[in-house]
């Protein structure tokens, strides 16, 4: 039945954008399929996001992201945020782009709205859903849609059942994991067992690497 449905929803050819957000002097962006208004009184924004990507983790503890509607002429910046990781590269380096509210970066030519972020959802998927109230918006020239279908080819970053965990070089780790529970469930996520005890073993032994 998957195979059925995914033939079907892939002739909706959603159009892509590319998500970006930060939090704690991290940046992080990543190509995104899965976008929609989701309310209009008040205006609400859905974007979800892969628990795979980098972008998911900083997106955590992000008060703000913005969404970037690519047009077709931007099938480069498409490949550029869709196959590669935060994890290994800075995908702002050498990049045009400004900090935007909440320190968000702002992609130089793109049509763009920032949301500030009111839920993050999971529904037990691979994906969750992060829900935003738009607070500015920074335009270009109007564009066809660059639609899923220009990026068959692309390899991502991540696979998709991938669970990395922030490493003891994040500042978003640099706290205590209790607090860090806290304020996942705070946003409608918790943390796994093993993401738990990974970020405390990593304190424990940057608290041994500091003595």
Not at 103 to 109: W, Y
Request: net charge negative.
């Amino acid at each position: 039945m998957s195979g059925t449905v995914d033939d079907i929803v892939a002739r909706t050819d959603t159009a892509l954008v590319v998500v970006t957000t930060a939090s704690h002097e991290q940046r992080a962006g990543c190509l995104v399929g899965f976008h929609t208004q989701c309310s209009i009184e008040p205006l609400r924004y859905a974007v979800w996001l892969s628990k795979a990507n980098y972008t998911y983790r900083v997106a955590l503890f992000a008060t703000h992201f913005a969404v970037h509607f690519l047009g077709d002429d931007d099938q480069e910046l498409a490949e550029h945020f869709g196959t590669q990781t935060g994890d290994d590269v800075d995908k702002f380096s050498g990049r045009d782009w400004s900090a935007g509210e909440g320190g968000v970066p702002m992609l130089a030519g793109c049509t763009a709205v920032v949301f500030e972020k009111a839920t993050l959802w999971d529904d037990g998927g691979d994906h969750v859903c992060l829900v935003g109230t738009p607070v500015a918006v920074a335009r270009a020239e109007r564009a066809t849609p660059l639609r899923i279908s220009a990026a068959e080819d692309f390899e991502p970053g991540h696979d998709v059942d991938e669970r990395p965990v922030p490493d003891v070089g994040d500042p978003v780790a640099s706290g205590d994991v209790d607090d860090l529970q806290e304020i996942a469930a705070g946003f409608g996520h918790e943390l796994s067992p093993e993401q738990v005890a990974a970020l405390s073993d990593e304190h424990e032994s940057a608290d041994d690497d500091r003595r």
